[in-house]
Nanobody, 117 residues
């Protein structure tokens, strides 16, 4: 089983930056594909960024060029650097660890990101 603990959310002005962190328990972190998802009020949860265990990444078109996902396997942590934030980025952001045995993987508790003047 995997436990994920997120941090770094908050209130930021448009054009500002935040870095989200997701710390994972266990010894198998380096084997997991890790993703950041977000869910705005009354909207479906969507994939924001994905990083595979080999380091390759994928991003939603809406965040390309602004967000960067990275991982530090020695610290069992995945990050989401968010730059040039826009009001439409406002959402609860969730960390996810893929699993070959648990459908849907493992999820963090979510952290609120609010972009507003």
């Amino acid at each position: 089983q995997v436990q994920l603990v997120e941090s770094g959310g908050g209130l930021v002005q448009p054009g500002g930056s935040l870095r989200l962190s997701c710390a994972a328990s266990g010894s198998q972190f380096s084997t997991y594909a890790m993703g950041w998802y977000r869910q705005a009020p009354e909207k479906q949860r969507e994939l924001v960024a994905l990083i595979l265990r080999g380091g390759s990444t994928n991003y939603a078109d809406s965040v390309k060029g602004r967000f960067t996902i990275s991982r530090d396997n020695a610290k069992n942590t995945v990050y989401l650097q968010m730059n040039n934030l826009k009001p439409e980025d406002t959402a609860v952001y969730y960390c996810n660890a893929a699993s070959s045995t648990k459908r849907g993987g493992y999820w963090g508790q979510g952290t609120q990101v609010t972009v507003s003047s």
